[in-house]
């Protein structure tokens, strides 16, 4: 499975972008759909997951603000982000595969990312 992200950009504070992942193949059976981040020296995280049956994942910094869905028929992941936060500022990453009743989530295919920048 291939995954390309797309939607990154320079946004001010309080403000949203959507994150699309377009996935190569067809995403209907895969488990488990999530997107990561990562910060300059910080460890990469999971904020936001997505069973193949609907469920979903939020991590506590994301929480009320962000809201992943998968759209099956274009194979397509998303993540709506809104009321960005200066800390939100990281390299974001969609992944697929493994299990979604695990954590850590481990996922088996890996997009290269799109970076997301929130200016004060």
């Known amino acids: 499975v291939q995954l390309v992200e797309s939607g990154g950009g320079l946004v001010q504070a309080g403000g949203s972008l959507r994150l699309s992942c377009a996935a190569s193949?067809?995403?209907?059976?895969?488990?488990?759909m999530g997107w990561h981040r990562q910060a300059p020296g910080r460890e990469r995280e999971l904020i936001a997951a997505m069973s193949s049956g609907g469920n979903t994942y939020y991590a506590a910094s994301v929480k009320g603000r962000f809201t992943i869905s998968r759209d099956n028929a274009k194979n397509t992941l998303y993540l709506q982000m809104n009321s960005l936060k200066p800390e939100d500022t990281a390299m974001y990453y969609c992944?697929?595969?493994?299990?979604?009743?695990?954590?850590?989530?481990?996922?088996?295919?890996w997009g290269h990312g799109t970076q997301v920048t929130v200016s004060s």
């Open positions: 193949t067809s995403i209907f059976s895969i488990n488990a």
């Open positions: 992944a697929a595969g493994g299990d979604f009743t695990t954590r850590p989530l481990r996922n088996d295919y």
